[in-house]
């Protein structure tokens, strides 16, 4: 995730003023372009995109979050990852007939299967921490309205969130639960009250043992994604991790 909040930053950053030219705002979007080295997914946010969307989940990646000063709009921060699970969501297997299978989940994130289930991710390839200075109110309820995950008073939501890590809410009768969560490569240590930790060495082990439980699924298929497809090829070459 990152942090532009400091105001010189706003001055730099901002996206619109009325002394712009279509050129020059042209001109600063291909020079942001060509700094960020284009749109390719890191290779830590890929595997975890992978995983969550093996689990049932849809996924947004470097979610850029907006705000508003006296100098134009301007990027607050970008957020790695947010996700969120419908009520029953799973991978499904459809064979002849009425028959198939579902693929089972993860235990370790929690899955309720009658509730809508948002994430909002941070991913680290060192230990596991938050950027206390995107982690704001401000911040979370723009992602959460994002998602229409919150009926209510979706500031008052994302102050729970900020404080307790996770936050209950829901859509018309329809519960939604919220949960903070950082995905981390360095050695675990206990989280914090105010977000949930899974290591990405849990994922990568996860995902390897469960290409290698249904092989016969994933090998025969073509995989567009480039996280997942790496995994099969490993399993496809006998690697275990």
Known sequence: MRVRNDESCARSNYLWSSSDSPAALRSRDLQQTANEGGAKIEPAVGLVQAYLRLNGFFTVTEYPVMGIGQHGAYSLTDVDLLAVRFPNAQQWIGGKG???????????LEIEPHCIQMVIGEVKEGKPRLNENAITPRVIETVIRRFGCCEENPRDVAQRVVSHGRANTHVGVQECRIRMVVFAGGDPEPAPATYDVIGLRHIVEYLNDFVHRHSDVFLSSQIKDESFDMMALLVKLGVRI
Do not use: S, V
């Open 98 to 108: 009425h028959r198939g299978f579902g693929l089972e989940n993860d235990p370790i």
